[in-house]
């Protein structure tokens, strides 16, 4: 059953060899985690041509979040509210929509007292 959003920082990190990104995930289970067109699109983005085919498996393995107008519609209230970027704002609507924790590093837009769900795993 999923339970957590990851944001693309976590993948990111995990990605970047940081070893706290990688711990987080092996303890959490990877079969309870979910991530969203938004965090595929942005981790696929920052890849190597010869890493396409690598990090494409490894995001096959989440179950992927779709974006629609019902979720477009939530993002944009929140980042009216929020003032957050409209990527921030679709992973807060995703994980709400779905009753979700999102899982991130970004202190700087997701504290912990502004959005209750959201989990900071590990800082750098």
Sequence with gaps: MVEALLDSVILIDHLNGISAATE?????????????????????????????????NLLDSFPCLSLDAETADRAASIRRKKRLR????????????????L??????????????YVVIPYRL
Excluded: C, Y
């Excluded at 092996?26 to 983005?45: F, K, L, Q, Y």
């Design 24 to 56: 987080w995930l092996a303890r959490e289970g990877w079969d309870r985690m979910a991530i969203s067109a938004i965090t595929r699109a942005e981790v696929m983005a920052g890849a190597a041509p010869e890493e396409i085919v690598h990090i494409g």
């Design 86 to 101: 409209l990527p921030d704002a679709f992973q807060a609507a995703l994980a709400e929509m779905h009753h979700l924790k």
């Design 103 to 116: 899982i991130t590093r970004n202190t700087r837009d997701f504290s912990t007292e502004e959005f209750d």
